[in-house]
Protein backbone atom coordinates (compact mmCIF):
# COMPACT_ATOMS: atom_id res chain seq x y z
CA UNK A 1 0.00 0.00 0.00
CA UNK A 2 1.41 3.20 -1.13
CA UNK A 3 1.88 6.00 1.55
CA UNK A 4 -0.73 8.98 1.52
CA UNK A 5 1.49 11.94 0.28
CA UNK A 6 -0.87 14.38 1.54
CA UNK A 7 -0.09 13.45 5.36
CA UNK A 8 3.60 13.27 6.84
CA UNK A 9 4.96 10.03 7.90
CA UNK A 10 3.73 9.36 11.56
CA UNK A 11 0.86 11.76 11.44
CA UNK A 12 -1.46 8.59 11.91
CA UNK A 13 0.33 7.17 14.51
CA UNK A 14 0.59 10.33 16.60
CA UNK A 15 -3.07 10.87 16.25
CA UNK A 16 -3.93 7.54 17.45
CA UNK A 17 -1.45 7.41 20.34
CA UNK A 18 -3.52 11.21 21.28
CA UNK A 19 -6.68 9.28 21.19
CA UNK A 20 -5.52 6.55 23.25
CA UNK A 21 -4.30 9.30 25.53
CA UNK A 22 -7.65 10.70 26.07
CA UNK A 23 -9.88 7.06 26.20
CA UNK A 24 -7.19 6.16 28.65
CA UNK A 25 -7.79 9.08 30.57
CA UNK A 26 -11.04 9.02 29.96
CA UNK A 27 -11.22 5.06 31.15
CA UNK A 28 -9.29 6.27 34.49
CA UNK A 29 -11.82 9.01 35.12
CA UNK A 30 -14.97 7.06 34.69
CA UNK A 31 -14.10 4.41 36.88
CA UNK A 32 -12.34 6.83 39.74
CA UNK A 33 -15.42 8.89 40.45
CA UNK A 34 -17.63 5.62 40.67
CA UNK A 35 -15.10 3.70 43.19
CA UNK A 36 -14.91 7.40 44.96
CA UNK A 37 -18.50 7.90 44.99
CA UNK A 38 -18.98 4.67 46.92
CA UNK A 39 -15.85 4.03 48.99
CA UNK A 40 -17.14 1.16 51.76
CA UNK A 41 -18.56 -0.60 48.66
CA UNK A 42 -15.24 -0.49 47.25
CA UNK A 43 -13.83 -1.92 50.50
CA UNK A 44 -15.68 -4.71 50.43
CA UNK A 45 -14.52 -5.47 47.51
CA UNK A 46 -10.97 -5.10 48.30
CA UNK A 47 -11.77 -7.85 51.28
CA UNK A 48 -11.99 -10.57 48.71
CA UNK A 49 -8.73 -10.12 47.82
CA UNK A 50 -6.62 -11.47 50.01
CA UNK A 51 -4.97 -8.36 50.91
CA UNK A 52 -3.11 -7.83 54.56
CA UNK A 53 -6.09 -7.72 56.91
CA UNK A 54 -5.02 -4.32 58.42
CA UNK A 55 -7.62 -1.37 58.50
CA UNK A 56 -5.45 1.33 57.75
CA UNK A 57 -4.34 -0.42 54.33
CA UNK A 58 -7.04 -1.62 53.07
CA UNK A 59 -8.51 2.01 54.12
CA UNK A 60 -5.71 4.13 52.46
CA UNK A 61 -6.55 1.89 49.23
CA UNK A 62 -10.28 2.35 49.23
CA UNK A 63 -10.34 5.74 50.26
CA UNK A 64 -6.88 7.63 48.45
CA UNK A 65 -6.92 5.14 44.89
CA UNK A 66 -9.90 6.34 43.15
CA UNK A 67 -8.81 10.17 43.52
CA UNK A 68 -5.73 8.90 42.74
CA UNK A 69 -6.96 7.12 39.35
CA UNK A 70 -9.03 10.26 38.73
CA UNK A 71 -6.06 12.43 38.92
CA UNK A 72 -4.23 10.17 36.55
CA UNK A 73 -6.40 10.46 34.10
CA UNK A 74 -7.00 14.51 34.25
CA UNK A 75 -3.26 14.57 33.29
CA UNK A 76 -3.45 11.96 30.54
CA UNK A 77 -6.32 14.06 29.26
CA UNK A 78 -4.63 17.46 29.69
CA UNK A 79 -1.45 16.15 28.49
CA UNK A 80 0.47 16.88 31.47
CA UNK A 81 3.85 14.94 32.38
CA UNK A 82 2.09 11.95 29.93
CA UNK A 83 5.21 9.36 30.19
CA UNK A 84 5.44 9.41 33.92
CA UNK A 85 1.19 9.30 34.17
CA UNK A 86 1.66 6.20 31.86
CA UNK A 87 4.16 4.62 33.64
CA UNK A 88 2.05 4.42 36.69
CA UNK A 89 -1.17 3.64 34.93
CA UNK A 90 1.22 0.69 33.52
CA UNK A 91 2.44 -0.71 36.94
CA UNK A 92 -1.08 0.14 38.73
CA UNK A 93 -2.55 -1.88 35.75
CA UNK A 94 -0.30 -4.81 35.80
CA UNK A 95 -0.88 -5.27 39.67
CA UNK A 96 -5.23 -5.52 38.94
CA UNK A 97 -4.91 -7.78 36.55
CA UNK A 98 -2.85 -10.17 38.81
CA UNK A 99 -5.32 -9.22 41.17
CA UNK A 100 -8.56 -10.23 39.05
CA UNK A 101 -6.62 -13.21 37.33
CA UNK A 102 -6.03 -14.35 41.04
CA UNK A 103 -9.54 -14.26 42.29
CA UNK A 104 -10.96 -15.29 39.20
CA UNK A 105 -8.83 -18.27 39.39
CA UNK A 106 -9.77 -19.18 43.10
CA UNK A 107 -13.61 -18.59 42.37
CA UNK A 108 -13.57 -20.62 38.75
CA UNK A 109 -11.97 -23.83 40.88
CA UNK A 110 -14.52 -23.38 44.06
CA UNK A 111 -18.01 -23.15 41.66
CA UNK A 112 -16.44 -25.61 39.62
CA UNK A 113 -16.99 -23.11 36.39
CA UNK A 114 -14.74 -22.65 33.39
CA UNK A 115 -12.54 -19.86 33.88
CA UNK A 116 -14.49 -17.65 31.17
CA UNK A 117 -17.88 -18.45 32.80
CA UNK A 118 -16.51 -16.58 36.19
CA UNK A 119 -18.80 -13.11 36.53
CA UNK A 120 -17.95 -11.06 39.82
CA UNK A 121 -17.49 -7.34 40.55
CA UNK A 122 -14.36 -7.14 41.03
CA UNK A 123 -14.09 -3.22 42.39
CA UNK A 124 -12.90 -2.30 38.65
CA UNK A 125 -15.95 0.68 39.30
CA UNK A 126 -17.86 -0.88 36.32
CA UNK A 127 -19.93 -3.38 38.37
CA UNK A 128 -19.84 -6.97 37.93
CA UNK A 129 -17.71 -8.22 34.12
CA UNK A 130 -17.06 -11.42 32.95
CA UNK A 131 -13.46 -12.28 33.88
CA UNK A 132 -12.04 -13.28 30.33
CA UNK A 133 -13.80 -9.61 29.03
CA UNK A 134 -12.26 -7.91 31.73
CA UNK A 135 -8.55 -9.39 30.83
CA UNK A 136 -8.66 -8.18 27.38
CA UNK A 137 -9.85 -4.65 28.29
CA UNK A 138 -6.97 -4.28 31.26
CA UNK A 139 -4.49 -5.39 28.22
CA UNK A 140 -5.88 -2.85 25.98
CA UNK A 141 -5.38 -0.15 28.28
CA UNK A 142 -2.09 -1.72 29.02
CA UNK A 143 -1.30 -1.46 25.25
CA UNK A 144 -2.38 2.24 25.28
CA UNK A 145 -0.15 3.52 27.82
CA UNK A 146 2.66 1.25 26.45
CA UNK A 147 2.14 3.81 23.75
CA UNK A 148 2.46 6.88 25.35
CA UNK A 149 5.64 5.40 27.27
CA UNK A 150 7.20 5.58 23.87
CA UNK A 151 7.18 9.20 23.15
CA UNK A 152 4.39 9.42 20.78
CA UNK A 153 0.93 11.73 21.84
CA UNK A 154 2.26 15.07 22.15
CA UNK A 155 0.01 17.02 20.39
CA UNK A 156 -2.81 18.58 22.02
CA UNK A 157 -0.64 18.77 25.34
CA UNK A 158 -0.20 21.37 28.14
CA UNK A 159 2.79 20.11 28.75
CA UNK A 160 4.33 16.62 28.22
CA UNK A 161 7.27 16.49 30.12
CA UNK A 162 6.80 18.04 33.52
CA UNK A 163 10.45 17.23 34.41
CA UNK A 164 11.68 18.53 30.89
CA UNK A 165 9.66 20.26 28.28
CA UNK A 166 12.05 18.02 25.81
CA UNK A 167 11.40 14.49 27.57
CA UNK B 1 5.50 16.34 -4.64
CA UNK B 2 7.54 17.50 -1.75
CA UNK B 3 5.64 18.39 1.46
CA UNK B 4 6.35 21.21 3.96
CA UNK B 5 6.10 19.67 7.49
CA UNK B 6 5.09 22.18 10.50
CA UNK B 7 7.44 21.51 13.45
CA UNK B 8 5.13 20.04 15.70
CA UNK B 9 4.41 17.07 12.88
CA UNK B 10 7.95 16.61 12.40
CA UNK B 11 8.11 16.12 16.36
CA UNK B 12 5.30 13.99 16.23
CA UNK B 13 6.77 12.00 13.35
CA UNK B 14 10.19 10.66 15.25
CA UNK B 15 9.67 11.81 18.73
CA UNK B 16 13.03 12.52 20.56
CA UNK B 17 14.87 9.90 22.80
CA UNK B 18 13.38 9.22 25.90
CA UNK B 19 15.22 10.31 28.99
CA UNK B 20 15.38 7.23 31.81
CA UNK B 21 16.00 9.84 34.73
CA UNK B 22 13.45 12.10 33.84
CA UNK B 23 10.92 9.60 33.13
CA UNK B 24 11.99 8.67 36.77
CA UNK B 25 11.98 11.91 38.20
CA UNK B 26 8.23 12.59 36.73
CA UNK B 27 7.06 9.12 38.03
CA UNK B 28 7.79 9.69 41.24
CA UNK B 29 6.95 13.28 41.44
CA UNK B 30 3.18 12.45 40.21
CA UNK B 31 3.03 9.70 42.42
CA UNK B 32 3.47 12.26 45.15
CA UNK B 33 1.28 14.68 43.89
CA UNK B 34 -1.46 12.01 43.15
CA UNK B 35 -1.13 10.84 46.86
CA UNK B 36 -1.22 14.16 48.52
CA UNK B 37 -4.04 14.99 46.20
CA UNK B 38 -5.75 11.13 47.09
CA UNK B 39 -5.49 11.94 50.73
CA UNK B 40 -6.49 15.02 50.84
CA UNK B 41 -9.99 14.35 48.55
CA UNK B 42 -10.43 11.03 51.15
CA UNK B 43 -10.33 13.80 53.86
CA UNK B 44 -11.98 16.81 52.63
CA UNK B 45 -14.88 14.27 51.04
CA UNK B 46 -18.34 13.81 53.03
CA UNK B 47 -17.89 9.87 52.22
CA UNK B 48 -14.32 9.32 52.71
CA UNK B 49 -13.17 7.06 54.90
CA UNK B 50 -11.24 7.09 57.96
CA UNK B 51 -8.23 5.42 57.73
CA UNK B 52 -7.49 4.23 61.20
CA UNK B 53 -11.57 2.42 61.89
CA UNK B 54 -11.37 -1.11 61.49
CA UNK B 55 -14.82 -1.36 59.49
CA UNK B 56 -14.85 -4.75 59.81
CA UNK B 57 -14.04 -6.18 63.36
CA UNK B 58 -14.40 -9.43 63.97
CA UNK B 59 -17.83 -10.87 65.49
CA UNK B 60 -17.33 -12.05 69.61
CA UNK B 61 -16.01 -15.67 69.61
CA UNK B 62 -18.99 -18.13 70.17
CA UNK B 63 -19.20 -20.00 73.23
CA UNK B 64 -16.04 -22.84 73.58
CA UNK B 65 -17.12 -25.81 71.58
CA UNK B 66 -20.17 -24.36 69.87
CA UNK B 67 -20.30 -25.83 66.00
CA UNK B 68 -23.04 -24.68 64.18
CA UNK B 69 -22.04 -26.45 60.91
CA UNK B 70 -24.13 -28.76 61.31
CA UNK B 71 -27.18 -26.92 60.84
CA UNK B 72 -29.60 -25.79 58.06
CA UNK B 73 -28.35 -22.26 56.83
CA UNK B 74 -31.02 -20.62 58.32
CA UNK B 75 -30.77 -22.19 61.75
CA UNK B 76 -27.65 -22.29 61.12
CA UNK B 77 -27.11 -18.21 60.87
CA UNK B 78 -29.51 -17.63 63.95
CA UNK B 79 -27.69 -19.97 65.89
CA UNK B 80 -24.78 -17.67 65.45
CA UNK B 81 -27.01 -14.54 66.50
CA UNK B 82 -27.84 -15.92 69.44
CA UNK B 83 -24.27 -17.07 70.56
CA UNK B 84 -24.05 -12.94 70.05
CA UNK B 85 -26.58 -12.36 71.82
CA UNK B 86 -28.87 -11.43 68.91
CA UNK B 87 -32.20 -12.39 67.87
CA UNK B 88 -32.64 -13.61 63.90
CA UNK B 89 -36.21 -13.08 62.56
CA UNK B 90 -38.19 -14.86 59.70
CA UNK B 91 -40.40 -12.98 56.74
CA UNK B 92 -43.67 -13.69 58.43
CA UNK B 93 -42.20 -12.16 61.95
CA UNK B 94 -41.02 -8.98 59.70
CA UNK B 95 -44.01 -8.51 58.19
CA UNK B 96 -46.14 -8.36 61.24
CA UNK B 97 -43.54 -6.13 63.05
CA UNK B 98 -43.82 -4.15 60.00
CA UNK B 99 -48.00 -3.86 60.07
CA UNK B 100 -47.42 -3.09 64.02
CA UNK B 101 -44.46 -0.13 62.83
CA UNK B 102 -47.30 1.47 60.59
CA UNK B 103 -49.86 1.43 63.62
CA UNK B 104 -47.49 2.59 66.88
CA UNK B 105 -45.90 5.75 66.97
CA UNK B 106 -41.83 4.67 66.53
CA UNK B 107 -42.50 1.71 69.15
CA UNK B 108 -41.31 -0.28 66.39
CA UNK B 109 -38.89 0.78 63.67
CA UNK B 110 -36.84 -0.67 60.90
CA UNK B 111 -33.76 0.09 60.28
CA UNK B 112 -31.91 -0.28 56.96
CA UNK B 113 -28.15 -1.35 57.37
CA UNK B 114 -27.05 -0.97 53.21
CA UNK B 115 -25.76 1.92 51.69
CA UNK B 116 -27.00 5.14 50.73
CA UNK B 117 -27.79 4.90 47.09
CA UNK B 118 -29.48 1.11 48.11
CA UNK B 119 -31.67 2.94 50.61
CA UNK B 120 -32.88 5.51 47.80
CA UNK B 121 -33.18 3.36 45.56
CA UNK B 122 -36.23 1.14 47.98
CA UNK B 123 -36.50 0.31 51.04
CA UNK B 124 -38.85 -1.23 53.80
CA UNK B 125 -41.33 2.43 54.16
CA UNK B 126 -40.18 3.96 57.70
CA UNK B 127 -37.35 2.11 57.54
CA UNK B 128 -34.33 5.02 58.81
CA UNK B 129 -31.33 4.70 56.97
CA UNK B 130 -28.34 4.01 59.28
CA UNK B 131 -25.11 2.75 57.29
CA UNK B 132 -22.82 1.10 59.59
CA UNK B 133 -19.96 2.44 57.81
CA UNK B 134 -20.94 5.90 58.58
CA UNK B 135 -22.47 5.77 62.09
CA UNK B 136 -21.26 9.34 63.29
CA UNK B 137 -23.46 10.49 60.36
CA UNK B 138 -26.69 8.69 60.93
CA UNK B 139 -26.53 8.46 65.17
CA UNK B 140 -27.38 11.90 65.43
CA UNK B 141 -30.94 10.81 64.16
CA UNK B 142 -31.22 7.06 64.81
CA UNK B 143 -30.21 7.06 68.23
CA UNK B 144 -32.56 9.29 70.15
CA UNK B 145 -35.29 6.74 67.87
CA UNK B 146 -33.60 3.62 68.49
CA UNK B 147 -33.88 4.45 72.64
CA UNK B 148 -37.43 5.22 72.30
CA UNK B 149 -38.27 2.30 70.50
CA UNK B 150 -39.55 -1.11 72.29
CA UNK B 151 -37.99 -3.25 69.19
CA UNK B 152 -35.65 -2.37 66.10
CA UNK B 153 -35.61 -4.34 63.26
CA UNK B 154 -32.52 -4.44 61.59
CA UNK B 155 -32.11 -5.81 57.81
CA UNK B 156 -29.82 -5.50 54.91
CA UNK B 157 -29.29 -7.39 51.75
CA UNK B 158 -30.13 -10.64 52.98
CA UNK B 159 -28.30 -14.07 52.45
CA UNK B 160 -24.76 -13.81 53.23
CA UNK B 161 -24.61 -9.97 53.78
CA UNK B 162 -23.60 -8.98 57.73
CA UNK B 163 -24.32 -5.38 58.00
CA UNK B 164 -27.09 -5.59 59.90
CA UNK B 165 -25.43 -7.34 62.64
CA UNK B 166 -22.90 -5.18 62.44
CA UNK B 167 -25.32 -2.38 62.50
CA UNK B 168 -26.62 -4.00 65.71
CA UNK B 169 -23.55 -4.43 67.10
CA UNK B 170 -23.03 -0.94 67.27
CA UNK B 171 -26.00 -0.24 68.18
CA UNK B 172 -25.53 -2.19 71.36
CA UNK B 173 -22.26 -0.64 71.88
CA UNK B 174 -23.74 2.48 72.56
CA UNK B 175 -26.01 1.05 74.99
CA UNK B 176 -29.14 0.42 72.92
CA UNK B 177 -30.17 -3.20 74.80
CA UNK B 178 -29.67 -6.47 72.81
CA UNK B 179 -33.41 -7.38 73.96
CA UNK B 180 -34.59 -4.56 71.67
CA UNK B 181 -32.82 -5.60 68.43
CA UNK B 182 -33.65 -7.80 65.43
CA UNK B 183 -32.33 -9.14 63.00
CA UNK B 184 -34.64 -9.90 59.28
CA UNK B 185 -32.12 -12.23 57.89
CA UNK B 186 -33.96 -12.01 54.38
CA UNK B 187 -33.70 -8.68 54.16
CA UNK B 188 -34.42 -6.58 51.17
CA UNK B 189 -33.50 -9.42 48.87
CA UNK B 190 -36.82 -11.30 50.55
CA UNK B 191 -38.99 -8.66 50.96
CA UNK B 192 -38.59 -7.48 47.37
CA UNK B 193 -39.06 -11.18 46.34
CA UNK B 194 -42.35 -11.39 48.08
CA UNK B 195 -43.62 -7.92 46.04
CA UNK B 196 -43.97 -6.33 49.30
CA UNK B 197 -44.19 -2.55 49.52
CA UNK B 198 -40.96 -0.52 49.05
CA UNK B 199 -40.45 3.12 49.40
CA UNK B 200 -38.23 5.11 47.61
CA UNK B 201 -36.07 8.11 48.19
CA UNK B 202 -35.08 9.58 51.79
CA UNK B 203 -37.20 9.26 55.36
CA UNK B 204 -39.65 10.38 56.33
CA UNK B 205 -41.29 11.43 53.26
CA UNK B 206 -40.49 8.79 50.19
CA UNK B 207 -42.59 7.64 48.16
CA UNK B 208 -44.39 3.79 48.87
CA UNK B 209 -44.89 1.50 46.00
CA UNK B 210 -47.82 -0.76 47.75
CA UNK B 211 -47.49 -4.63 47.97
CA UNK B 212 -47.84 -6.46 44.55
CA UNK B 213 -50.61 -9.05 45.20
Known amino acids: ?167 | MKLRQSPGLASAAAPPPASARGLFLETVLVALIGLIFGFSANKLSPRGLVLNRDYFPPPPKAAAGADFSALAPARQMAAELKAQGLRAIDLSQARQLFNLARLSNHAVIFLDARGEREYAAGHIPLAWEFDPYQPEKFFPLVLPVCQAAKQIVVYCHGGDCDDSVSAARLLRDVGVPNAKLLIFTGGMAEWTAHGLPVETGGHPGGAVRPAEK
Open chain 1, 1 to 167: MKANPFIPAGTVAEMITVLGRWTLGAVFIYTGWHKALAPVDFLKLLRGYDLPPVPWVLNSIAGVLPWFEMLCGLLLLSGVAVRGTALILELLLVSFTWLVLRRAWVLSSALNLPFCAVKFDCGCGTGAVWVCRKLVENILLMLLAGGLLTGRGRRFCLRFGLVSAKD
